[in-house]
């Protein structure tokens, strides 16, 4: 259909297009949203043309769309339906008896950002891993500021101890280090969506993405090193090389869902050694016939990698005892 070739570069490909063929409504305009604003939202309709659309409920960024005509209306676009999302970003709601905030769909990698302008946070990176994997977007870390650092490469080594799974990235935005190859990860139409706290640097690494200074960047504070929020918004934007990029603002702290999917997702291996256990419910913490402790023992699994997996387990459920009580 020659109205769909124009949104490959958008990530349009075979999944979407068996979505929108199954749809019941015919002639509708597929497009992909670019932004969303209070009561409307901006919808891509090919790689270089984007229209405003309005919308009852509104979609999030990174969703495909199908867009209506209203001739006398203003905007003169409605979406009439949004297609089945995979690869999800999600966020707590405020309210532990509510669902989980979807903030952008579609993703096929998730880029957690962190500078070694300071000492990597191994907890906040593995609570991003498992919303990542959560999601069903695989997770990357990305090390930026290198510049910054005395041994990149050796603080890129303790990352990667972490996080034996993951694919860590270490960059230089500043002069395009390690750019390309987070380019490539997303080449010829996958979507990549970058998330970390205020100040690592995700500005300036979609300035390099996109190869122009589309994003202001700022100078982190001295006291803190915490920057100044310089993304407001999510933006969904298409790179020149081949694929789509969706930033979005920093957040100060991660919270997980009560979902466990994630974790063990991001922790399969603890997982796997599980189903060894002679109960079901096992909670690995001294039960009788654990395969867990024994796998410990022998040095199949670090006891560190279990105490977190135990912790963020722990604190899953708890939110979904909260989430029960309301």
Known sequence: MAATTNLTALGWDERVEDLYRAHPETGLTPGRVVRVDVDRCVVATTASTT??????????????????????????????GVLERHGTLTRPSPDPSAADRVVAANIDVVGIVTGLDRPPNLRRLEREVVVASGGGARPMIVLTKAD???????????????????????????????????????QPNLTLVLVGASGVGKSTLVNRLVGSELMTTNEVREG???????????????????????????????ALSADPTGIAIAYDEIEEVATRCRFSDCRHQGEPGCAVAAAIVDGELGSEGVARYLELSDEAAQRGVRKRRR
């Open 51 to 80: 229209t405003t659309a309005a919308a009852a409920t509104l979609p999030v960024v990174g969703d495909w769309v199908l867009l209506e005509t209203r001739p006398d209306a203003d905007p003169a676009f409605a979406v009439a």
């Open 148 to 186: 910054l650092h005395s041994e990149p490469d050796a603080a890129t080594d303790e990352v990667g101890r972490h996080f034996p799974a993951v694919e860590v990235l270490v960059t230089n935005a500043l002069e395009d280090d390690g750019v390309d190859a987070l380019a490539r990860a997303v």
């Open 224 to 254: 803190d090193r915490r920057g100044r929020h310089t993304t407001t918004a999510r933006h969904l934007i298409v790179l020149p090389g081949g694929g789509v990029l969706i930033d979005t603002p920093g957040v100060r702290s991660v």
